[in-house]
């Protein structure tokens, strides 16, 4: 299994920007998919997390309301699109997916698959 990551990079607070996760080497309709991220000299954090259908959909309170989290079952990808972003946003963005299906979780030890890393950076 591998998930590629695509998208990120550097963008003024209050702009925009779009990631993209694919995996391949197996189907993960039926799995939650989600989002987290690593700031500098800061632990790892959940940001979203979508279920296989797309209807069950949570996000970290500091997120709420900017960002959005979708999923493609046909393309097997995880979409995470930032709006009104702020510095405190800058990280390495991680898209990753737990082993069992239909299992939810907002904890990084729970998921089996990982992406390599989008960095995004937001400038005041």
């Known amino acids: 299994v591998q998930l590629e990551q695509s998208g990120g990079g550097s963008v003024q607070a209050g702009g925009s920007l779009a990631l993209s996760c694919t995996a391949s080497?197996?189907?993960?309709?039926?799995?939650?998919m989600a989002w987290f991220r690593q700031a500098p000299r800061k632990e790892r954090e959940f940001v979203a997390v979508?279920?296989?259908?797309?209807?069950?959909?949570t996000y970290a309170a500091s997120v709420k309301g900017r960002f959005t989290i979708s999923r493609d079952n046909a393309k097997n990808a995880v979409y995470l699109q930032m709006n009104s972003v702020k510095p405190e946003d800058t990280a390495v963005y991680y898209c990753?997916?737990?082993?069992?299906?239909?299992?939810?979780?907002?904890?990084?030890?729970?998921?089996?698959?990982w992406g390599q890393g989008t960095q995004v950076t937001v400038s005041s």
């Open positions: 990753a997916i737990p082993d069992t299906e239909r299992f939810f979780s907002k904890m990084q030890d729970d998921y089996a698959y």
């Open positions: 080497g197996r189907t993960f309709s039926t799995h939650y």
């Open positions: 979508i279920s296989g259908s797309g209807t069950t959909i």
